[in-house]
């Protein structure tokens, strides 16, 4: 069998923003083994009908050609799209990460967060909330040295994603 | 009066019940038959539906039977099958046969009773999640909470159903939905498209005219038809014949393509697969061009994938993008209707001016008639009239006959091994004759399948070959089929097992037969009666010709207990994990069976 190497694909959906659509979309994946990295949704055009559903996924290109195909059939989906193989694209995660500490540990933070460009969106005298966008990667690496630094909390929205130029993906 | 015309606020004149609104736009849907069984959350349709004449119910005595009832309408009339369920019990008996409709590509549309709006999640009495329990159940489902939607989801519903890929779609209809007023909304113009289903149906040219090249260079083609053919219509029978006479190339079918392609064809190779031919999986194992129109490589097609016809370069249409490459890697892969495809190629095999390898088709020939020779089919009965009866010989004996009728046979089957000796004994001429579980090989759905037939086709010979297991499972059904007088007959080949399930534990789990004895039967004569149906027996040779005779002639509901040998077999099988060339033939290589792996047994 051809294309047994792995490969991650960000994956763009448009779904008409019914009940039961996330769910259809979710025990796709899960009745049919599929992994699921990252899933967000959210209604993207001005009367609330359409929602975009973004999934970071991985598989054999087989299966990832498979995924795209039962995603395209489900009745309230609209377009599907595989911005990894489309061409070059922006992929941005939202993380709220909360530090709790005191003395050096408090200053060596701030100054870690200033310099991955994290906000100060919430402040006590022993606690941070910073706000920071950016790739997965990244809020992975400002974690990794949080952590020593009294990481505490985190919220993670998971990857959107939209393809640089022109081309739109619309209805 | 057109959606647009509607005034923005209609006066209560224009307002009907809600249960008239769903029958309204199932009569506009062109549905003459509903199969169904009443409760508390539907009562509002029943009484809608004792209010009219149009629409015809036929009360079935279980809810998973409404549905196989459905499907066998369906497949047999190319219609969409209806279904009237009520709430909880009444959705979840019906869910297995949602299920059967979905693997099987069958159009069916399955109104489920729901608890009030307001009472749902309130775990009300009869209430169950039927939108979560069958949304991978179903190829798409609705539930309705404001009653303007109610014409424009039924009219939804049946354009899902038979559109593209067709499959089974539950519509949830709360009970207060039922009883509020509510707007009549006409369906959409066939034209209007669908605002995100748009199935493709028409091929890519360029696809076609690769697939032409590669077909008239191909030394070794063979032909793989299935359901898909069937689903698309007569007319695409019709052209599959056509195109395998014009290109001289051999043509087999899956189970559910039965009838596709005429069985009595000189071209026809017989079905393939597990229990298929040994012409035909050869065929498959050796070619060097397969075009597969309307199949989906299932595991029962297949056998073991990294040895599945290895030497050739394959040509998939299928009207469904998520069946190409996903079993089997395709070279050409050609999105579309098999009758548009077909259409298409007949067309681009026409205007292409390679030449075709006509030689080494010949000598192509010769190979399959070497194979043919072999006779895999045969088997030997006793010609003695007190002998055992060979469960093949009474379905060849039961073909013969009925053919000699000369009337439209219609044939249903339950699972199992008659479900694959009636695959192989019987021959098919036109599509839509032949009912069978193929997919999710649901035991039971015979019977309720041919009675759905019967109600399509009153003329029809409606046959259910069943085994005395699976019948049990749909066995109520006998009431419906005296309450409506329908002459389905039912001819149960009685072995006292489950065969397939014994056949299974002789050749693969050392002759231990754990639980698969069919102890306590019913004496099937009396039970016949007891259902005011008539009961036939045959317990040897002598006696069956004249029960098949009987059977037939008798105008009402019939069960044939027909007494088989109990420890047959059925062959050719392609034991679980292994490849086409390693067929099992008959009893005498039954010693090959001790190669199956522990990989195989797990390949069930």
């Given at each position: 069998m051809s294309g047994m190497n792995t490969r991650t694909a960000t994956i763009a959906v448009l779904v008409e923003?019914?009940?039961g659509v996330l769910a259809r979309v979710i025990g796709l994946f899960s009745g049919r083994g599929y992994n699921i990295e990252s899933l967000t949704v959210a209604p993207v055009d001005e009367h609330g009908r359409l929602s975009r559903i973004t999934i970071v996924t991985n598989g054999t290109d087989m299966v990832i050609e498979q995924i795209k195909a039962q995603l395209d059939r489900l009745v309230p989906v609209h377009k599907v799209s595989d911005l990894t193989l489309e061409g070059p694209h922006l992929t941005r995660e939202l993380a709220l990460v909360k530090v709790v500490g005191k003395g050096e540990h408090r200053v060596e933070a701030l100054r870690l967060a200033d310099a991955f460009r994290a906000r100060v969106v919430d402040a006590t005298t022993e606690s941070f909330v910073f706000e920071m966008t950016g790739n997965a990667e990244k809020i992975d690496a400002f974690l990794g040295l949080m952590r020593p630094l009294g990481l505490a909390e985190v919220s993670r929205t998971g990857a959107v994603a939209i393809m640089r130029g022109r081309a739109a993906l619309a209805v | 009066m057109s959606a647009t015309t509607l005034p923005a606020n209609p006066t209560d004149a224009e307002l009907r019940p809600g249960a008239e609104v769903v029958l309204r736009a199932l009569k506009d849907q062109g549905v003459e038959v509903i199969f169904g069984y009443p409760g508390g959350a539907v009562l509002p349709i029943y009484d809608a539906l004792f209010q009219q004449n149009a629409i015809r119910h036929i009360l079935v005595r279980h809810e998973q039977a409404a549905v196989h009832a459905a499907e066998g309408y369906a497949r047999s009339t190319g219609k969409v099958g209806v279904v009237l369920v009520t709430s909880g019990p009444g959705a979840t008996n019906a869910v297995t046969g949602l299920v059967d409709a979905l693997m099987d590509s069958i159009p069916i549309v399955c109104l489920t009773g729901q608890v009030p709006t307001h009472l749902i999640g309130n775990d009300a009495f009869q209430e169950a999640d039927t939108t979560g329990i069958t949304r991978p159940a179903t190829k798409h489902n609705y539930l309705v909470k404001r009653s303007e939607d109610l014409a424009k989801v039924v009219h939804d519903a049946f354009y899902v159903a038979r559109s593209g890929r067709p499959g089974p779609v539950v519509i949830d209809l709360p009970k207060d939905m039922l009883i509020k007023p509510a707007p009549y909304t006409e369906a959409?113009?066939?034209?209007?498209?669908h605002r995100s289903y748009r199935p493709v149906t028409e091929p890519d040219p360029a696809a076609i005219r690769e697939a032409v090249r590669m077909l008239k260079r191909s030394e070794r083609p063979i032909i793989y038809a299935g359901g898909g053919v069937i689903n698309s219509g007569p007319e695409a029978s019709r052209l599959l014949a056509e195109f395998v006479h014009l290109t001289g190339m051999p043509c087999t079918n899956t189970l559910m393509g039965l009838g596709a392609f005429p069985?009595?064809?000189?071209?026809f190779v017989g079905m393939l697969g597990m229990h298929g031919t040994y012409e035909a999986n050869m065929c498959m194992w050796q070619c060097d061009v397969m075009l597969n129109v309307g199949a989906r490589f299932d595991d029962r097609i297949t056998g073991r994938l990294d040895a599945f016809s290895p030497n050739s370069r394959k040509i998939h249409a299928d009207i469904d993008p998520s069946s190409i490459n996903k079993n089997v890697k395709v070279d050409v892969p050609i999105v579309g209707d098999a009758g548009r495809v077909l259409a298409a190629l007949l067309e681009a095999w026409r205007q292409d001016d390679t030449p075709v390898a006509k030689d080494a088709q010949v000598a192509w020939w010769r190979q399959i008639d070497q194979w043919r020779a072999?006779?895999?089919?045969a088997y030997k009965q006793d010609p003695a009239p007190s002998a055992i009866i060979k469960p093949q010989h009474a379905v060849k004996r039961l073909f013969e006959i009925t053919r000699a009728t000369g009337r439209d046979v219609i044939v249903s089957t339950e699972v199992g091994q008659h479900q694959m000796w009636a695959a192989q004994y019987i021959g098919f001429?036109?599509?839509?004759k032949w009912l069978t579980s193929g997919g999710l090989g649901t035991m039971g759905y015979g019977l309720p399948a041919a009675m759905g037939a019967q109600i399509a086709n009153p003329d029809a010979l409606c046959i259910d070959v069943a085994g005395e297991a699976s019948i049990l499972m749909n066995i109520q059904e006998m009431g419906t089929l005296a309450q409506y007088r329908l002459p389905v007959k039912a001819f149960i080949l009685n072995n006292e097992y489950m065969g397939m399930v014994r056949q299974w534990q002789e050749?693969?789990?050392?002759?231990?037969?754990?639980?698969?004895y069919s102890d306590a039967l019913p004496d099937f004569v009396r039970l016949a009666e007891a259902f005011h149906a008539k009961g036939l027996r045959a317990t040897n040779l002598g006696e069956l010709d004249g029960v098949i005779h009987e059977m037939l002639a008798h105008p009402g509901p019939v069960i044939a207990d027909i007494c088989v040998a109990k420890d047959e077999n059925c062959f050719p099988m392609i034991p679980s994990g292994a490849a086409h060339n390693e067929m099992i033939l008959g009893p005498d290589q039954e010693k090959n069976a001790a190669a199956v792996t522990d990989e195989g047994k797990v390949l069930v």
């Open positions: 923003n019914e009940a | 959409p113009k066939p034209e209007t498209p069985a009595s064809d000189p071209q072999i006779h895999c089919l001429e036109k599509p839509n050749l693969l789990h050392g002759g231990r037969y754990s639980e698969s």
